[in-house]
């Protein structure tokens, strides 16, 4: 029943900026930890951002200084600022999250989002 929803994805050049959405929807009790991650074609995925439930952040040195992640809780939201985008920056990009439900408190389960699409182009 929970469903995370990536969008802001889409076609820039070199230079430019997008900035990619993740809503969790659903019976949530708790969202956790949450990230960004990003898959390159023939490259395997990996972790681009985080941010821990009580807001402190890291970033893959890759990005660090260009990519800015936040979170708003009451939405049960994260949000990737993506700035001077370079094009070794194209990749699809993944929202994580590890969410705690309402019918289960107890524990919590990691969820994926569906793939948001970022090109940059020369």
């Known amino acids: 029943q929970v469903q995370l929803v990536e969008s802001g994805g889409g076609l820039v050049q070199a230079g430019g900026s997008l900035r990619l959405s993740c809503a969790a929807s659903?019976?949530?009790?708790?969202?956790?930890?949450m990230g960004w991650y990003r898959q390159a074609p023939g490259k395997q995925r990996e972790l681009v951002a985080a941010?821990?439930?009580?807001?402190?952040?890291n970033y893959a040195d890759s990005v660090k200084g260009r990519f800015t992640i936040s979170r708003d809780n009451a939405k049960n939201s994260v949000y990737l600022q993506m700035n001077s985008l370079k094009p070794e920056d194209t990749a699809v990009y993944y929202c994580?999250?590890?969410?705690?439900?309402?019918?289960?408190?107890?524990?919590?389960?990691?969820?994926w989002g569906q793939g948001t699409q970022v090109t940059v182009s020369a």
């Open positions: 994580n999250a590890d969410i705690t439900t309402a019918q289960a408190i107890r524990y919590s389960k990691n969820y």
């Open positions: 659903g019976s949530i009790f708790r969202i956790n930890a």
């Open positions: 941010i821990p439930r009580g807001g402190s952040t």
